[in-house]
């Protein structure tokens, strides 16, 4: 059974640093393209970038380039998702997700999800 | 603003047909796939329809996907109470160096 499960609820200060993770199982690691995915409180769905874990090729989408660092680890079958200094603004929802393997990787195209990672930020 | 225009509500009476558009224009939805996602309050969403008309194993047909243009559209017919939730649309974005980009959602109300 194909799992995407990612850490816990997070309480973060402006300015602090965070990496979260989703440690993945049921398929070959390095088989299929990672997603990230934001959504703030009820806002919609916003695509932050991607990585293939076979050889950690990543590419941020041009809102997130900078804001962010994608990783993964293969000894522990996980991707992670950084940031070296929170801001309020990025307070959210965020999730990872599997791209499927019949589609090119600049597609959205993603059939398995993790349950969801909640990041608030607050002073 | 998203680059994807969905109308931000959408209702419908079980039992009818209810289309859900999305507006793009030629650097996504004109030379890109449309992709439909589904999502209930809480949770992660779900894939509903890939490559602008497919429908991966397990999703009903009750639901499909068109596109004309820079223009496309999620019809759910036969509808049900439990239908009710957010879509989304989303496309690559080749003005976004490729990237995807997702609607604002739609949520859909069962009266």
């Known amino acids: 059974e194909v799992q995407l499960v990612q850490s816990g609820r997070e309480v973060k200060k402006p300015g602090e640093s965070l990496k979260i993770s989703c440690r993945i199982s049921?398929?070959?690691?390095?088989?299929?393209?990672i997603g990230w995915v934001r959504q703030r409180p009820g806002q919609g769905l916003e695509y932050m970038g991607i990585?293939?874990?076979?050889?950690?090729?990543?590419r941020y989408s041009p809102s997130f380039q900078g804001q962010v660092t994608i990783s993964a680890d293969e000894s522990s079958n996980s991707v992670y998702l950084q940031w070296d200094g929170l801001q309020a603004s990025d307070t959210a929802v965020y999730y990872c997700?599997?791209?499927?393997?019949?589609?090119?990787?600049?597609?959205?195209?993603?059939?398995?999800w993790g349950q969801g990672t909640l990041l608030l930020v607050s002073s | 603003q998203s680059v994807l225009t969905q109308p931000p509500s959408a209702s419908g009476t079980p039992g009818q047909r209810v289309t859900i558009s999305c507006s793009g224009d030629?650097?996504?939805?004109?030379?890109?796939?449309v992709y439909w996602y589904q999502q209930f309050p809480g949770t992660a969403p779900k894939l509903l329809i890939y490559?602008?008309?497919q429908r991966p194993s397990g999703v009903p047909d009750r639901f499909s996907g068109s596109k004309s243009g820079t223009s496309a559209s999620l019809a759910i017919s036969g509808l049900r109470s439990e239908d009710e939730a957010d879509y989304y649309c989303?496309?690559?974005?080749?003005?976004?160096?490729?990237?995807?980009?997702f609607g604002g959602g739609t949520q859909l109300t069962v009266l």
């Open positions: 997700a599997r791209h499927v393997n019949y589609d090119t990787s600049k597609n959205p195209a993603f059939d398995f």
């Open positions: 049921g398929y070959r690691f390095t088989s299929h393209w």
């Open positions: 990585i293939f874990p076979h050889d950690s090729d990543v």
């Open positions: 030629y650097s996504n939805i004109g030379n890109n796939y």
């Open positions: 490559k602008n008309t």
């Open positions: 989303a496309a690559a974005d080749d003005s976004l160096s490729g990237h995807a980009v």
